[in-house]
């Protein structure tokens, strides 16, 4: 099963609200990503917060991390129909051999204008 | 533009022909990644590359081959395409190593009748 689980797997807001998404992990990890993809494109890298790390901002984006929990959130501020579009979490794992990144499913969030 | 290409873009083919997808970025980037992004099964890695002649196996490397023979390039090559490789491909790179910023080419999406 996948390292990141990310949650809820679907959410539709209004434009202006706030949307909040969650990742939960099973192992001790290095760091954990967050990452935007438009329908069918690349990703996009939003934030980097590594494991001794409990908060980071970006413009509108805040994001958190508990090791004690094994979850991260991503909180986007003030959304705009722009940010339409599926999230994915992406974590680095301390246990793992290889040298890899372990994606979630993602989160596909609708905003409403 | 700072950029990873992928080319092309779109790809149908038939069984057992075989076929490579092109990556080039143009950062300088030391590591190079494949993935392949399946409904239900989120971003998986194929094979990665930390540098010219240094390739090494992702979570499903079967029926895919790489080569890294100069630092801009890592061509993902499919000697005998099967209908289970139809998936959306991925390449990404980075400066220093898989636990940094990706950045992702634009997709290709191949079909194997």
């Known amino acids: 099963s996948q390292q990141g689980e990310e949650d809820p797997q679907a959410l539709s807001i209004q434009e202006g609200e706030n949307a909040t998404m969650n990742c939960s992990y099973k192992?001790?990890?290095?760091?954990l990503q967050w990452y935007r993809q438009n329908s069918g494109r690349g990703l996009v890298h939003l934030i980097l917060i590594r494991s001794n790390e409990r908060e980071k901002h970006s413009g509108r984006l805040r994001v958190t991390l508990d090791t004690s929990k094994k979850s991260s959130s991503l909180l986007i501020t003030a959304s705009r129909a722009a940010d339409t579009a599926s999230y994915f979490c992406a974590t680095d794992p301390q246990e793992t051999s290889g040298s890899r990144l372990t994606f979630g499913e993602g989160t596909q969030l609708t905003v409403n204008p | 533009e700072a950029q990873v290409t992928q080319n092309p873009r779109y790809l149908i083919t038939v069984t057992g022909k075989k076929l490579t997808v092109t990556c080039s970025q143009n950062?300088?980037?030391?590591?190079m990644s494949w993935y392949r992004q399946d409904p239900g099964l989120g971003l998986r890695q194929i094979y990665y590359s930390m540098n010219v002649e240094v390739t090494d196996k992702g979570d499903v490397p079967e029926g895919y081959k790489v080569s890294r023979k100069e630092k801009r390039n890592f061509p993902l090559i499919l000697e005998s395409p099967s209908p289970n490789q139809t998936s959306l491909y991925f390449c990404a790179s980075s400066l220093g190593g898989y636990n940094e910023k990706l950045f992702f080419g634009s997709g290709t999406q191949l079909s194997v009748l």
């Open positions: 950062m300088n980037h030391e590591y």
């Open positions: 192992t001790s990890i290095n760091n």
